[in-house]
């Protein structure tokens, strides 16, 4: 499939064959996820009674259970030197659990199936994100930015299917049809992508710990974690969308303007950041957060909405690859899974409060407060970051 020299020097688009496999593979994963995803919150609250806590309960406990088992894999990864099995593994476990949901019948059996998808999500992206890392392309902001790109696709494609065969399939039907996508995204990792770990050298001492990394690094995190706890579940933007009237089956249509931005700006920007510093790139993302969030919260109408989302995209496109890039730049070169693996820990000890405080805040003083939240973490987290971190080093590359 994609065997031999397929350029000159081996790359497309400048980046490796690994890269371009698990672009491809990321395209697979979230065609599965994002087919479905929307539909998630507005299935517990309209067909199974969830309230807006449960529901900030149910996505706070999912991406924790991600973001927290991360770390965990990355160690592993950097201590054993392997990375591939780590990847198929995580794929494969995700793409048994989303047709589970189409058996839900109450929320709880929904907070134990979300679990288990990003019990998958924790074990494979740390690895992977090493893998892509470590191969030999034009820039790390361009292969992750790469990767991104194609993993929106598949963001884009999903709730395309959504829209199509909603009428068809309704809730439950989606939930059995996104089995097939993330199967062919595992087949892929255990057949085309190669191993890039060395093995661990057996006078390496391997610590899961803050102090691993220099005082820069550590602020950087922080201003990250100030920043997600305040980033709510997106499930939050989608009941805000049906709040404000738009009908069911036109939230996956707004999921899918989203990402269309996301898809199209994530290679750009990840290849301007190599060009002026990730810094830069990374705070420009997290301003038109906060003008999002400030457009959630006092929307008047639909129509505001039909706008919001899209620039919300570029938010993704402009923060998403480069953070992991700039995660990149700044981690020692024998711990670059345990970095990745920290940032996501990170992310992960937030998701958690971040959407219980959003779900409980809308459920006693409504929307515009859920919302407001958001965007005054996002300011205070842009004066750390653009204060107290340090510029990260610029890579030259071939242009």
Do not use: C
Request: positive net charge.
């Amino acid at each position: 499939m994609f065997g031999g020299r397929f350029s000159k020097n081996g790359l497309v688009l400048g980046v490796s064959l690994n890269v371009l496999v698990l672009g491809i593979v990321s395209l697979f994963a979230d065609m599965s996820t994002e087919m479905i995803y929307p539909l998630i919150p507005l299935f517990l609250v309209n067909v199974l009674g969830a309230t807006f806590i449960d529901v900030g309960l149910i996505e706070g406990v999912a991406e924790s259970t991600a973001s927290i088992l991360k770390i965990v894999s990355g160690y592993l990864s950097d201590r054993f030197g392997k990375r591939k099995p780590l990847v198929y593994s995580g794929y494969a476990i995700a793409a048994i659990a989303k047709p589970l949901l189409a058996f839900a019948t109450v929320w709880q059996q929904v907070l134990a199936i979300r679990f288990l998808d990003r019990f998958g999500k924790g074990v494979r992206d740390s690895a992977r994100d090493a893998i892509v890392s470590e191969s030999k392309s034009l820039g790390v902001g361009r292969s992750f930015g790469f990767t991104r790109s194609l993993d929106t696709l598949g963001a884009v494609i999903g709730p395309l299917i959504a829209v199509a065969l909603f009428g068809i399939l309704s809730f439950r039907g989606l939930f059995l049809l996104a089995f097939i996508p993330g199967i062919l995204a595992t087949a892929l990792v255990v057949f085309f992508v190669k191993e890039t770990a060395v093995s661990s050298r057996s006078n390496q001492r391997y610590k899961v710990s803050f102090r691993s990394f220099d005082a820069n690094f550590r602020i950087f995190l922080g201003g990250l974690g100030l920043f997600f706890v305040g980033n709510s579940s997106d499930a939050f933007l989608f009941l805000r969308a049906q709040n404000l009237g738009i009908p069911t089956l036109l939230v996956p249509v707004l999921y899918l303007t989203m990402n269309v931005i996301y898809a199209v700006s994530s290679f750009p920007f990840g290849i301007i950041s190599d060009r002026i510093g990730r810094k830069a790139v990374l705070i420009a993302g997290f301003g038109i957060f906060f003008i999002v969030y400030l457009g959630f919260a006092f929307a008047p109408s639909a129509l505001v909405i039909w706008i919001l989302f899209p620039v919300y995209g570029l938010y993704y496109g402009l923060t998403d690859g480069v953070s992991k890039a700039l995660v990149s730049d700044l981690a020692p070169p024998h711990l670059k899974a345990t970095a990745f693996g920290t940032y996501y820990f990170v992310i992960g000890v937030v998701a958690l409060p971040a959407s219980l405080i959003a779900g409980t805040l809308w459920q006693t003083v409504g929307p515009t407060f859920a919302f407001l939240y958001g965007a005054v973490m996002a300011v205070i987290a842009v004066l750390i970051i653009g204060l107290f971190v340090r510029s990260d080093r610029l890579t030259p590359t071939a242009m």
